[in-house]
């Protein structure tokens, strides 16, 4: 064993130090680097989105569609600006038109034969819609009507939809064609519920060997966001705000949501804050206005488990921002875990006194860190 050696001072590396073995008293090489310290990580601001509970694919058919040979019913929801855009592509190649005008579309006998679900939570309230028909069908009735707001999602095949409930026709276009292939209004909007595919001829029941349609529909979501606002830029930084919540009469919730991960420094367990910057913007209100986070860990499988967040919804009720800290339950945490956050914001007012908004002008992540 070489001898020790004494240093009289510090000692200084300008390069990198390797330690073969232990440092004493009582620090392995393994912890070296630990910081029992909370270090920030700023989140940016395009991480956070408005919630839209299963967008962009929001919806899926029923057996009675998706077990059509070479049939494709496939949805997509977008957020644009303050208009939600839900687009469905269906190639109808496999199902079966009805024997009586006014049957539904759908696999040979099977029950639950609906193309989707509408809700205000994911789609909004329609306010436009089209339908272009993108290959003309054959075999088939080529006389298809679309019907939504219906209850149930056990329509059947071959079985007329006016035994259903609620059940509305947002088409009556007569034999679609796909040459041209042009967009048609619809002649009513969908409202919530289950849409469904209806033959519209009296013949007997034939398979689609083809025919294919695109449904575009754009709604105005239940003002429930909070925005990510850019502003000017030279002038304004982008935050998370609300809208103009003057004399709401009575509390409004806003919410966002983002997927943050541990870094790959964070020391297991070790402490975790998310802290928020926060306040009104122009007016002050003479109500409660607060913030509030629910953390969810991924189990890695599509699943979570468990609110993570111990700490109370805390007021932003100042024209002066300041910071808002939200402690994390790290006793299962590790590093590159992700987080699965949702920003929740309640203002109220009860008077016209001003532009009044809540603001976040900040998201930062603390963890410890080696």
Request: net charge negative; charged share 15%; with cysteine.
């Amino acid at each position: 064993m070489a001898n020790s050696v004494s240093l009289p001072g510090d000692l200084v590396v300008p390069g990198n130090l390797r330690v073969a073995g232990n440092i004493t008293p009582a620090m392995a090489k393994s912890s070296i680097l630990a910081e029992a310290s909370l270090q920030a990580f700023t989140v940016p601001m395009s991480l956070w989105r408005a919630d839209l509970n299963g967008a962009p694919n929001d919806s899926t058919a029923g057996s009675g569609i998706s077990l059509g040979s070479g049939t494709i019913c496939s949805h997509h929801v977008s957020r644009q600006g303050g208009l939600i855009k839900t687009e469905i592509f269906i190639d109808v190649t496999g199902l079966n038109s009805g024997g009586t005008a006014g049957d539904i579309v759908g696999v040979t006998s099977e029950t639950n034969c609906h193309i989707g679900q509408l809700s205000a939570a994911v789609n909004g309230t329609i306010v436009y819609g089209q339908i272009t028909c993108l290959e003309t069908p054959a075999t088939g009735d080529d006389d298809i009507d679309f019907y939504s707001t219906v209850t149930e999602s056990t329509g059947t095949q071959d079985v007329a939809i006016s035994g259903l409930t609620g059940e509305t026709a947002f088409t009556n276009s007569g034999d679609w064609t796909g040459a041209p292939a042009t967009p048609e209004l619809l002649s009513a909007l969908p409202g919530v519920g289950y849409m469904y595919m209806v033959n519209q001829t009296t013949a007997a029941t034939a398979t689609y060997s083809a025919g294919q349609f695109l449904i575009e529909l754009w709604g105005t979501p239940a003002n429930n966001a909070l925005e990510v606002v850019g502003g000017t830029h030279g002038t304004n930084a982008p935050s998370l705000q609300t809208p103009d919540f003057k004399n709401n009469s009575a509390a409004a919730t806003y919410t966002a949501r983002g997927e943050l991960q541990l870094p790959w420094e964070y020391i297991a367990a070790g402490s975790v804050t998310v802290r928020l910057h926060a306040g009104l913007l122009t007016t002050d209100s003479d109500q409660a206005c607060t913030v509030d986070l629910t953390v969810y860990k991924s189990d890695e499988d599509s699943t979570s488990t468990g609110d993570l967040c111990t700490t109370a919804a805390t007021t932003i009720k100042s024209l002066v921002f300041a910071d808002v800290d939200f402690t994390i339950t790290s006793t299962t945490l590790s590093p590159g875990d992700l987080l699965d956050v949702q920003i929740t914001v309640s203002v109220d007012n009860d008077n016209d006194a001003g532009i009044m908004k809540a603001c976040i002008g900040s998201v930062q992540l603390l963890c410890d860190v080696r």
